[in-house]
């Protein structure tokens, strides 16, 4: 198994660490853009007692969703590791149930962050 094995429909290890690159960078320019959007609204220190909890929200959430992509990532990393360095190619030390059951994890995963993604992409 290396980098480039398809884990689950249409996602590879490499295809997840873009994923988690791009990600990061899109929060990173829609932080900033918030923030300047906002920014014109702050006029006094009550404004700002209302404005500032939503930014810390939003960034919040955003940790919390690359938090859940760069688990899967590291699992999946020892998993390329082990099956790498090991002659019997164990998969990490595990059972072929428990291999399914992580990649079925995995998709559920995946799902979540798509289906997070696209309700971001509406706002």
């Given amino acids: 198994m290396d980098k480039d094995t398809e884990l689950f429909k249409g996602k590879s290890f490499s295809d997840i660490m873009a994923d988690i690159y791009t990600n990061s960078k899109k929060k990173d320019r829609q932080l900033k853009l918030l923030i300047a959007q906002l920014e014109p609204l702050v006029k006094d220190i009550n404004d700002a007692t209302v404005v500032v909890p939503l930014i810390k929200e939003y960034m919040e959430v ?35 149930d428990e291999k399914r059951q992580l990649l079925e994890n995995a998709k559920e995963i995946d799902e979540k962050i798509d289906s997070l993604k696209n309700d971001g992409d509406d706002e």
Avoid: H, P, W
């Fill in 62 to 96: 955003a940790v919390r969703n690359d938090d859940q992509i760069v688990k899967l990532a590291a699992i999946i990393q020892r998993m390329l590791k082990d099956a790498n360095s090991s002659e019997s190619g164990s998969g990490f030390g595990l059972s072929e």
